[in-house]
């Protein structure tokens, strides 16, 4: 377990060191699964169980939890499937690898891929807490950066194609869960083909429907502009690691940000807690407002020394804006702070989040009430006061 901890803290904190290292191992498949995959991918599967079997989700005092043994049997597929997921990308990888000037090893595209993924396993413990579900997606991305810098030292490719590689194995990656999908729903799985010898590939999803072409050039540049920013998720993560220790902000101070009464809406309930799962600390506060059929909860959350992890959302330039049979949600950067809108255009259901520069995630979720009430409900809180709290050293 030690050395597992220690490969984990090198891959993410010290990446370009460690992959030289990753290099010259000799081994086999099932010595890395056993001695390394089988323990990560356990994480997500795990930390999912416990968070909608066993903590569960709730607002407004309604708290619902998975059935144990719906909960149990979705973790084990889960796993499965992830461990599946690793060694069939890696056989795209090791055979995508000629076609941007790299050479051919299963074994090296298992353990390129293989470790590229811890980003994305480690981020899975937060599947404890749902309003941390954000991270999911940037580790993600994180995970992507490794891939970016590892294939030039596994694979061979040259580092001007190792871009346009990660990005086509990132295509391919999204058709495989794709696959998986359509294998599990009993439709016929889309075919997927690589074509291109010069490095400026193309990816074609082929469906009943027709053909998605996706061109080498394009993915190139989207992954250089990825990259950027993942490079900026290493520095937030070495910053992570060196205060993990640190414990979130004490929760009466984030108690005392939450007003008496929203305008006609006066304060039903209100509490702080604070705990810790697998050594992370989280403290929260949460108030609940009511007036009639209209309900608001407010909710101020910190994850103390791995914070600036959420900090670094605010990096990412994501944006979304997507209306669909009567909902909207949408992701943007407004004043160094990342928000996040999910409504419903007739007002019955509103949420509204915000990140903050120093990485604390504030909530308002409206029930009878419009986005506009609940966003100023939000605003209205002494956000630049939050923003200035000290943690612990």
């Given at each position: 377990?030690?050395?597992?901890?220690?490969?984990?803290?090198?891959?993410?904190?010290?990446p370009?060191s460690t992959?030289?290292?990753?290099?010259?191992?000799?081994g086999?498949?099932a010595g890395?699964?056993r001695r390394y995959?089988a323990?990560?991918a356990?994480?997500?599967a795990?930390?999912?169980?416990?968070?909608?079997s066993?903590?569960?989700?709730?607002?407004?005092?309604?708290?619902y939890?998975?059935p144990?043994?719906?909960?149990?049997?979705?973790?084990?597929?889960?796993?499965?499937?992830?461990?599946?997921?690793v060694?069939?990308?890696?056989?795209?990888?090791?055979?995508?690898?000629?076609?941007f000037?790299g050479?051919?090893?299963?074994?090296?595209a298992l353990?390129l891929?293989?470790?590229?993924?811890t980003?994305?396993?480690?981020a899975?413990?937060?599947?404890?807490?749902?309003?941390l579900?954000?991270l999911?997606?940037?580790?993600a991305?994180?995970?992507?950066?490794?891939?970016?810098?590892?294939?030039?030292?596994?694979?061979?490719?040259?580092?001007?194609k190792?871009a346009?590689?990660?990005a086509?194995l990132?295509v391919?990656?999204v058709?495989?869960?794709?696959?998986?999908g359509?294998?599990?729903?009993l439709?016929a799985?889309p075919?997927l083909?690589?074509?291109?010898?010069d490095g400026?590939?193309?990816?074609t999803?082929?469906t009943?429907?027709g053909?998605l072409r996706i061109?080498?050039a394009?993915?190139?540049?989207?992954?250089?502009?990825m990259?950027?920013?993942?490079?900026r998720m290493?520095q937030?993560a070495q910053?992570?690691?060196?205060?993990?220790?640190?414990p979130?902000?004490?929760?009466?101070?984030?108690?005392?940000?939450?007003?008496?009464?929203?305008?006609?809406?006066?304060?039903e309930?209100?509490?702080?807690r604070s705990?810790?799962?697998a050594?992370?600390?989280?403290s929260?506060?949460?108030a609940r407002?009511r007036?009639?059929d209209?309900r608001?909860?407010l909710?101020?959350?910190?994850?103390g020394g791995?914070?600036?992890?959420m900090?670094?959302a605010?990096?990412g330039?994501?944006?979304?804006?997507?209306?669909?049979?009567?909902k909207?949600?949408k992701?943007?950067?407004q004043?160094?702070r990342?928000?996040?809108?999910?409504?419903?255009?007739?007002g019955?259901r509103?949420?509204?989040?915000?990140?903050?520069?120093?990485?604390?995630l504030?909530?308002?979720?409206?029930?009878h009430?419009g986005?506009?009430?609940?966003?100023?409900?939000?605003t209205?809180?002494p956000?630049?006061?939050?923003?200035?709290?000290?943690?612990?050293?």
């Amino acid at each position: 377990m030690n050395a597992i901890v220690q490969r984990v803290q090198d891959i993410l904190l010290r990446p370009r060191s460690t992959w030289p290292v990753i290099d010259t191992e000799a081994g086999d498949a099932a010595g890395l699964y056993r001695r390394y995959l089988a323990v990560l991918a356990a994480l997500p599967a795990l930390a999912g169980f416990v968070g909608l079997s066993l903590v569960g989700v709730g607002a407004f005092g309604v708290h619902y939890r998975v059935p144990w043994a719906t909960g149990l049997m979705s973790a084990v597929a889960g796993y499965v499937l992830a461990l599946a997921a690793v060694f069939g990308l890696a056989l795209l990888a090791d055979a995508l690898a000629p076609t941007f000037g790299g050479r051919r090893s299963r074994w090296q595209a298992l353990k390129l891929v293989g470790y590229a993924s811890t980003a994305a396993f480690v981020a899975g413990v937060f599947n404890i807490l749902p309003a941390l579900s954000l991270l999911g997606a940037l580790a993600a991305l994180y995970s992507l950066y490794l891939f970016w810098l590892g294939a030039p030292v596994l694979m061979g490719c040259p580092p001007d194609k190792a871009a346009g590689y990660t990005a086509v194995l990132a295509v391919c990656s999204v058709a495989a869960w794709l696959v998986v999908g359509a294998v599990l729903s009993l439709l016929a799985p889309p075919a997927l083909r690589v074509a291109g010898a010069d490095g400026n590939a193309a990816v074609t999803i082929r469906t009943p429907g027709g053909e998605l072409r996706i061109d080498g050039a394009q993915m190139e540049e989207a992954a250089r502009r990825m990259a950027e920013a993942a490079s900026r998720m290493e520095q937030s993560a070495q910053q992570a690691a060196a205060g993990a220790a640190r414990p979130p902000i004490d929760p009466q101070q984030l108690r005392a940000m939450l007003p008496e009464s929203l305008g006609p809406l006066a304060r039903e309930s209100i509490e702080a807690r604070s705990q810790a799962v697998a050594g992370v600390g989280h403290s929260q506060a949460r108030a609940r407002y009511r007036a009639g059929d209209e309900r608001i909860e407010l909710l101020i959350s910190d994850t103390g020394g791995l914070a600036s992890l959420m900090s670094a959302a605010t990096w990412g330039g994501t944006t979304l804006d997507r209306q669909t049979d009567g909902k909207v949600e949408k992701v943007y950067p407004q004043d160094g702070r990342t928000v996040r809108e999910d409504y419903a255009t007739d007002g019955h259901r509103s949420e509204y989040a915000v990140i903050l520069r120093n990485g604390i995630l504030v909530e308002g979720r409206g029930d009878h009430l419009g986005i506009e009430r609940v966003r100023e409900a939000v605003t209205q809180l002494p956000l630049a006061r939050l923003e200035a709290l000290q943690r612990q050293p």
